[in-house]
């Protein structure tokens, strides 16, 4: 999981306060297959699950090289993907796809407290659109595919709240969720 960053460039000029994203942390996800075959070659596909990550977000000054400390973002979404499915013909025993859709994202792990030393924050909901590909591996029971895919979110996910640390949130302009992920089907 990362961040995408827009820096408000207004609050720049007055406290040269940047962000950046720091350290990913591999994270990890479950979803259940469900698929609708349309052709032959073309498959509508719903993927609900849920998804683990963190992000750390830091804030320095350039001209002071100084680092604020980082503040680590958590979630965990309940997603519901809805993808289509373009495969090729079946050669031996694989054939490649594509997919690409949209995967509206609701995030639980927000519990954050007033009193606690939190100057970021983020929006519960988000909407992303996602492509990848891949390759089907057909056994004798089952099929094993691998997929490698991209989300980018479409909304603005930084919830501006009353804090003590107005200046963090007032050096991003938005904050757009995106994610790259491998996964192992096995239908």
Not at 21 to 41: C, E, P, W, Y
Not at 96 to 125: C, H, Q, S
Not at 150 to 158: D, K, V
Request: charged share 25%.
């Amino acid at each position: 999981m990362d961040f995408t960053i827009g820096h408000s460039y207004e609050h720049y000029k007055t406290d040269s306060l940047l962000a950046n994203v720091t350290n990913l942390s591999m994270g990890f996800h479950i979803q259940a297959v469900s698929a609708a075959r349309l052709t032959d070659n073309l498959e509508l596909r719903f993927l609900p699950g849920v998804a683990f990550g963190q992000r750390e977000l830091s804030f320095y000054r350039p001209d002071q090289q100084l680092y604020m400390r980082p503040q680590t973002l958590e979630s965990s979404y309940i997603e519901l993907p809805l993808m289509l499915k373009y495969k090729s013909k079946r050669v031996n025993n694989y054939r490649a796809f594509l997919v690409g859709g949209l995967n509206p994202r609701f995030d639980l792990a927000k519990t954050y407290r007033e009193e606690d030393d939190i100057y970021m924050d983020l929006k519960l909901n988000d909407l992303c659109y996602e492509l990848g590909g891949g390759f089907d591996f057909y056994f004798p029971y089952f099929k094993l595919s691998i997929e490698l895919r991209g989300s980018w979110g479409m909304f603005n996910m930084l919830r501006r709240r009353s804090t003590p640390h107005a200046e963090f949130q007032n050096a991003i302009e938005n904050l757009r969720s995106s994610t790259y992920m491998i996964s192992f089907y096995i239908e």
